[in-house]
């Protein structure tokens, strides 16, 4: 009897450790994530997907980009602006995620200024919004 109670009191020993263990790889995993959020320097290739777009481009930077590839190359369509402001950069052009976060963004920086007046409604072409900046 002795024998069978000193195992029931092991067994339980290593299940309190084993629950210390889970606990604290939790509270590791946590650390590490906050470590890489606050060591983040900004460039593309180290941002987690799940990043805000916020801290990529910087407030009006979006309509910098796209004012200029606008000016420099004329009329270019929501597509091809995303694929400008994400070579500008320096994202993967295949990253679909990203691609339809900066588009969003796009249409929508793009709206505000066609509604101030400070750029051309946007007509469609095959399906997408197609900007150009008034002539002057």
């Known amino acids: 009897m002795g024998l069978r109670r000193k195992r029931d009191q092991i067994s339980g ?3 309190q450790y ?3 263990i889970k606990d604290a790889r939790a509270d590791l ?3 590490t994530a906050a470590l890489r959020l ?3 320097t900004g460039e593309a290739g180290e941002l987690p997907p799940y990043i805000d777009l916020n801290r990529l ?3 009006g930077e979006t309509t910098a980009l796209c004012m200029k590839a606008l000016e420099d190359e004329g009329p270019l369509d929501t597509r ?6 994400m070579k500008a950069k320096g994202l ?3 990253d679909k995620v990203m691609a339809k976060s900066i588009s969003l963004r796009i249409v929508q920086t793009l709206r505000m200024r066609a509604h101030n007046g400070k750029i051309d409604k946007a007509t469609m072409r095959r399906g997408v919004c197609l900007w150009k900046v008034p002539l002057k």
Request: net charge neutral.
């Open 13 to 15: 020993v290593i299940a």
């Open 18 to 20: 084993e629950r210390k």
């Open 29 to 31: 995993a946590h650390v």
């Open 38 to 40: 606050f060591e983040v």
């Open 57 to 59: 481009l910087k407030r």
């Open 80 to 85: 091809e602006l995303t694929a400008r402001v």
């Open 92 to 94: 993967d052009p295949d």
